[in-house]
Nanobody
Framework: QVQLVESGGGLVQPGGSLRLSCAPARSTFRENVMGWYRQAPGKERELAATITSGGSTNYADSVKGRFTISRDSAKNTVYLQMNSLKPEDTAVYYC?????????WGQGTQVTVSS
């Protein structure tokens, strides 16, 4: 089992920015995919963004141009920079780590966009 340690999140006004970060509590296999999913109240969990160990990224259409995912390979840490936040971005954001066929999830961090 791999524990993922998340930080960031909180309350922000529309148009504001937040940065999430996530890292495994212990070292893991370096070839992996890391990223973020989110789940809004009453909705299913959905992809926000992912990044491979090689740096290839994938974004949900709803966040393209506003969110940027990056990673520090030396620290095996992934970041999600969220700009121009909208109320519809309000959700619990879950860090995800995929190693071959195994998926690990963080405990989730709340992001609330409201005036």
């Amino acid at each position: 089992q791999v524990q993922l340690v998340e930080s960031g999140g909180g309350l922000v006004q529309p148009g504001g920015s937040l940065r999430l970060s996530c890292a495994p509590a212990r070292s893991t296999f370096r070839e992996n995919v890391m990223g973020w999913y989110r789940q809004a109240p009453g909705k299913e969990r959905e992809l926000a963004a992912t990044i491979t160990s090689g740096g290839s990224t994938n974004y949900a259409d709803s966040v393209k141009g506003r969110f940027t995912i990056s990673r520090d390979s030396a620290k095996n840490t992934v970041y999600l920079q969220m700009n121009s936040l909208k109320p519809e971005d309000t959700a619990v954001y879950y860090c995800v780590l995929v190693i071959t066929t195994t998926t690990y999830w963080g405990q989730g961090t709340q992001v609330t966009v409201s005036s």
